[in-house]
């Protein structure tokens, strides 16, 4: 995960045409299995921009100068379309297979517009689940559901927007290890009032595959402070299934982690629980 507490931003200049190297966020070569899904809060602060997110594959994802909106290296793409300062509402907006007249060389691919009120200055939660395979898959997020292959869906506010979305113009043997978001290519603010935008994004979650990983408990809150020169964690449940116990790890490099105790959960419980472990 990425900016649990903090906020990442991607801010565009104003006034003219950016340079082809846009502001980039990029995370990339992870191991890749059949069901790639991220979940991440995102706000439009500002006018007259285009901020992309895309996810595909590539050691190399994301090096290039200059990546269209659409590239073969990617299995979907969305655009946050605050391109018209004249409109009061920006666009989210997604890729899908369908032809494409005016660039044919692009690729079978067409933007539509989400469903979803997308305002300026408002956080909301995207979550996107891609079926990397050419098999239907199952996955669990508001509810049980089924992906179709080489398809993906889009959730806005934790409400289903767009469903089953096929979009073919992503190589059929390559395997989703990366994604990105950026500020689109040469596209910018107008001058005077609109001098460019920002992206902010925070708690960015994702994963290969959600299914096997759905926790006994709805967790909201977790935090960490240093009390006498001690790191003291506490967290709140909000509901509680089957819950035995939290394990406690501790790590000195980020990458082993050594087991140094367990609390007791509730159980089954739908009434919120305090937690806390002094180390």
């Given amino acids: 995960s990425i900016g649990t507490f903090s ?17 980039r966020l990029v995370v990339r070569d992870f191991i890749p299995t059949d069901l790639f899904a991220i979940q991440f809060d995102v706000l439009l602060a500002g006018y007259g921009g285009e901020f992309l997110f895309r996810c595909g594959s590539g050691k190399n994802y994301g090096d ?55 305002n300026r200055y408002q956080k909301h939660t995207v979550a996107v689940y891609a079926n990397n395979s050419d098999n239907i898959v199952s996955y669990n997020y508001i509810y049980s559901k089924n992906l179709n292959p080489r398809s993906y869906d889009l959730y806005v506010d934790s409400v289903i927007d767009v469903s089953n979305v096929l979009d073919t113009f992503y190589p059929v043997q390559n395997k989703i290890n990366s994604f990105m978001f ?51 964690l506490m967290w709140q449940t909000a509901s509680e299934s089957n819950n035995e116990k939290f394990e406690i790890e ?16 509730a159980g089954n419980s739908n009434r919120p629980f305090d937690y806390s472990w002094i180390d």
Avoid at 183 to 204: E, M, P, Q
Wanted: aromatic fraction near 12%; charge should be negative.
């Fill in 64 to 118: 290039t100068v200059f990546m269209p909106d659409r590239d073969s290296f990617s299995f979907l793409v969305l655009k946050f379309d605050d391109g018209n300062p004249s409109v009061s509402q920006p666009y989210l907006r997604y890729s899908r297979s369908l032809g494409n007249s005016a660039w044919p060389t692009v690729g079978p691919y067409s933007w539509a517009t989400s469903n979803a009120l997308f």
């Fill in 182 to 232: 950026s500020r689109n290519n040469a596209f910018c603010a107008n001058s005077g009032l609109y001098r460019g935008d920002t992206l902010v994004l925070d708690n960015i979650i994702w994963t290969s595959d959600f299914v096997n990983y759905i926790l006994p408990i709805e967790l909201t809150s977790f935090y960490c402070h240093l009390e006498n020169n001690k790191p003291k």
């Fill in 250 to 265: 501790r790590s000195v490099d980020g990458t082993g982690f050594q087991n140094v105790g367990e609390i007791a959960g």
């Fill in 7 to 23: 906020e990442l931003q991607l801010r565009g200049a104003g006034g003219g045409n950016t340079l082809n190297t846009p502001a």
